[in-house]
């Protein structure tokens, strides 16, 4: 390595010296605080070979105190005092740094000194490559063992702080205290001593001492007061930390006693609890006098602190449990209901008659819920509103009746008084309340009540004007509706006044003929169409009925009248109207053109086919009607691929619409399956249909599209399944009044379809595997138009399979159902009365079959026995 020049100034005299890196270093780093070491390093078949030198070996002599032996070097004895957990990773991390050719690396490791005190040491190393394979180390090691101790104090403290806030229960808190106290300090023997003042005694609430192997750290020692250390802290109200002979001259001042063995130190700290002294927290070391310094003080004054809070809370606490004791025998003997609640109003307190009024066993059951957890909501919501007004406006109710609910749901009454509940600050933080049942005073009026106000209610809320009048046509009652409608601004401003205080005169005349005419002939006028002028001017339609109000012998005494706006639907009537008309002969014009575009297409194919049909009927040769045959089969494939284009492009262009027509869906299903069941015949294949007996037969919807759907599935499930089965299922996916969708699925035990083509299969001209065209044939439209028809019908053509499995085709499709239900009967079933009370035997060497007649006759015999041929 080339020596450099070194300038020394500042008044000494200059000399240059060919000095090394390591020679500068030394000299820069002489008088710090610090471990200096240099070392080449060779690598030999994967192993790292070290030479390390320490290089300012007389500055570490001060700075780390290593234990040396006679016949040992420095070098060995600062490899020694590294821990053997610390140096493995170290290991690591300097052959990661070779291999990996960084400049250098940094790491932090402990070493034991000669006095058996760990250090914890920061090294920072330079990395200089030589030749291949060696390089030159260069390293700085600085102590940080005091920053350590500093972050760990800091970590012990704040989980101590967060145990006295989490740990519910002292006897686990003690525990966690010294473990976490054992981590930075000498906590062999620790104790927690606590004063009781009215026995005069001790109390060990936590004792673990060397001296005394074996106690149970929680057995709860007790001895009586005398002068001991503990009484020392707990009289001056003072930490203290004492070694042995300051321990010595506090007992020959007679400040003390000494008590049990001789501690090397003692460190103690005061135990605080609403400003009293309460115990004390103690460590103590019977070998080390230098075992905990002025740091440790402070956290055991910390520890004391967080520990003496944590005692002041249980001890409020046990106080509140005693008043809530006595409160709870109180309340609990009480026949009137008392429950506090907060202010979302969930129940805080309940007395046991509360609780058994409601349902409950114990009051403790309803704690936490509301009362839209236990009442109708409406109830709820009436009994929510009214408390959060208590809350809000701070105002008492008193005897206020209100409904409840009985455990066995019957309706009671109560008088209830609630009043605000406040904290000690003064805020509310929810209600106190008080109830007493009044069902017995409140049953004859409320029965009147209640109808009064259902009757109020119902007529508010609708939407068409509501009135009574009397014989005389002045307004008896008028309902929101028709307070607007006449422009008033009340009820008040409608009662007692007639037609011609709201109407034109001509307009009001009129009305007042209706009214006579329903009153004097005692017959109602209903749904009439007739234009009203409204006091704004404004003109609308109304559909007014009118009938007559009778008394109980029946004598007219004035009318009930109820008019309806339809301004809106007349003018929606009227626009449905034109559109429908502009619709059709949209539509004319598209049929005329599809018919006509089809017309061209279809009847050169049709005149192909039917002539072939007849040549086929005359003489012909075996290989003339070989090939007749082959041109009448081709013609048939064409006439459906033109079929299928037709269709392709009446969706793509949006002209394809569904009817809707009652049908019934087992005749469509079993029309589509005889159709298809010569086919799978043929090729030796189980074709079943299960229709679930729940799903309706009549239906609204497009039968034949239905059936389209049908014929392309099951057609396909036919041509590419060899063996076994297909079936078919339909039932009920949901239901409404007006419309059901149907789950329809066709199952095959086929070829399968390959994962990965399963996203195309819908696409337009597009078949799972190319060769399949070939072998089966096909346009590839048949899936995509199923596809858009399934989507007409409001679902989703889904598909699951698996090659050399099976596949499984299905959608929901909705269907209207129609305004009134006939009762049918399919055709081609049996009536289960007709099997009623007889066994019957399902003989079938199809299990799928078996299972589908047992769905049928179920619930329609005594018994039934499903045999297999």
Sequence with gaps: MARQPVAVKNGQSTRTAALGPEEQLRHVLAGAKCLLWHALVEERHGQYRWELQISNRE?????????????????????????????????????????????????????????????????????????????????????????????????????????????????????????????????????????????????????????????????????????????????????????????????????????????????????????????????????????????????????????????????????????????????????????????????????????????????????????????????????????????????????????????????????????????????????????????????????????????????????????????????????????????????????????????????????TRDERHVIDRNEAMVDVETPLQTPSGATIWCSLTQIPWRDPQGKVIGLIGICRDVTESRRAAEELRQAKEAAEAASRAKSEFLANMSHEIRTPMNGIIGMTELTLDTPLSPEQREYLQLVRGCADSLLNIINDILDFSKIEAGKLELDRVEFSLRDVIGDTMKALALRAHQQGLELACRIAPETPDLLVGDPGRLRQVLVNLVGNAIKFTEQGEIVVSVEPAWQRPTEIGLHVSVRDTGIGIPPDKLAVIFDAFAQADNSTTRRFGGTGLGLTISSKLVQLMGGRIDVESEVGVGSTFSFVATFGLPARRRARRNRTSLRRSDLRDLPVLVVDDNPTNRRILAEILAGSTTAEWLARL
């Excluded at 009781?196 to 004792?207: C, D, G, K, M, T």
């Excluded at 009137?336 to 805080?348: A, E, L, Q, T």
């Excluded at 409601?358 to 819920?369: D, S």
Aim: glycine share 8%; proline share 4%; aromatic share 8%.
């Design 59 to 511: 500055a570490v002599t001060q700075f780390l105190p290593l234990a040396v032996g006679p016949d040992d070097s420095l070098e060995g004895a600062w490899g020694r005092s590294k821990l053997a957990e610390d140096v493995v990773l170290m290991d690591l991390r300097s052959s990661l740094a070779l291999r990996t050719g960084q400049p250098g690396y940094w790491q932090e490791f402990r070493c034991r000194c000669a006095d058996g005190t760990i250090r914890w040491l920061s090294e920072d190393v330079r990395i200089e490559p030589l030749e291949r394979g060696r390089w030159r180390l260069i390293g700085v090691c600085t102590d940080i063992t005091e920053r350590k101790r500093s972050e760990l104090l800091q970590a012990v403290a704040f989980r101590i702080a967060h145990g006295a806030a989490s740990i519910a229960h002292l006897e686990p808190l003690y525990a966690f205290i010294h473990t976490e106290l054992g981590r930075i300090l000498d906590a062999r023997n620790f104790y927690i001593a606590l004063h009781r003042e009215a026995a005069a005694e001790l109390e060990f609430v936590y004792y673990v001492d060397e001296k005394r192997p074996g106690t149970d750290p929680t057995a709860r020692l007790v001895r009586p007061l005398r002068s001991g250390l503990t009484e020392f802290v707990l009289r001056s109200g003072r930490s203290l930390l004492a070694r042995d002979f300051e321990i010595e001259n506090l007992a020959k001042e007679g400040q003390i006693e000494l008590i049990g063995s001789m501690a090397r130190v003692w460190l103690g700290a005061p135990l605080r609890s609403g400003g009293k002294i309460i115990g004390v927290l103690a460590v103590q070391s019977y070998s080390d006098p230098d075992a905990y310094s002025r740091h440790d003080l402070e956290l055991l004054e910390f520890v004391g602190a967080q520990l003496g809070a944590v005692l002041e809370r249980k001890r409020v606490e046990t106080e509140l449990a005693r008043e809530r004791d006595l409160l709870r025998t109180l309340i609990d003997t009480l026949p009137d209901y008392i429950y506090v609640k907060d202010r979302d109003g969930r129940f805080m307190l309940n007395n046991l008659a509360h609780a058994r009024a409601t349902g409950f066993h114990k009051p403790e059951e309803m704690r936490g819920k509301s009362d839209f957890d236990i009442f109708p909501r409406d109830l709820a919501q009436r009994y929510f509103d009214d408390e959060q007004a208590i809350i809000a406006s701070g105002k008492p109710l008193i005897n206020w009746e209100q409904p409840r609910i009985d455990r066995q749901g019957n309706m009671r009454w109560v008088a209830a008084t609630k009043v605000p509940w406040r904290d000690v600050d003064g805020r509310i933080v929810g209600i106190v309340g008080v109830s007493r049942d009044i069902t017995e005073r409140k049953q004859a009026e409320l029965a009147l009540a209640q109808e009064r106000d259902l009757l109020r209610t119902l007529i508010d809320h609708l939407p068409d004007a509501i009135c009574i009048k009397d014989t005389e046509g002045r307004f008896l009652l008028a309902n929101s509706a028709l307070v607007r409608l006449l422009g008033a601004k009340s009820v008040d401003e409608v009662v007692g006044k007639t037609v011609y205080d709201f109407f034109p005169p001509a307009q009001a005349e009129q009305s």
